[in-house]
């Protein structure tokens, strides 16, 4: 039987930390779904200039890295009812998520899954890159 790993976010500009969370979330199964916040979603979450690349896009970057099988995008301001819907094996977030504190852990633990808080990789965020585009004007 496969083991299914699950994660989610925003992944609005793709970089070099998303691609290397990724396959190491990857590699903690066989297949890995990424719950794709919607431009709704973000735009609640992160303000009315977010984000920056649509969610048909975000999508599409997603599936053409060799580490993410799927891609279901979520209007919900958490993915809880996705997670229930796909009943993942392992459920994974990036390390500034305390594994309490991760949507859904609750779920997946009692099931018999297993939860993961992934080491953050400092220096590589999207809000950086956007920050540094918008002060190369200057």
Not at 103 to 120: A, I
């Amino acid at each position: 039987m496969k083991k299914v790993v699950f994660t989610n976010g925003c992944f609005d500009i793709i970089h070099r930390g998303h691609v290397e969370y990724l396959e190491d979330a990857k590699a903690l199964g066989d297949t890995l779904i990424v719950g794709l916040n919607s431009d709704k979603s973000i735009s609640e979450l992160k303000g009315p200039n977010r984000p920056i690349n649509k969610e048909e896009d975000r999508a599409r970057v997603l599936l053409g890295l060799k580490s993410v099988d799927g891609v279901i995008i979520f209007e919900e301001d958490t993915p809880l009812n996705l997670i229930k819907i796909v009943k993942p094996d392992v459920l994974v977030k990036g390390g500034d998520w305390k594994i309490e504190d991760i949507v859904g852990n609750e779920f997946v633990l009692e099931r018999g899954g297993e939860v993961y808080s992934l080491p953050f990789r400092a220096g590589h965020s999207t809000t950086d890159i956007i920050e540094k585009i918008r002060n190369s004007d200057e």
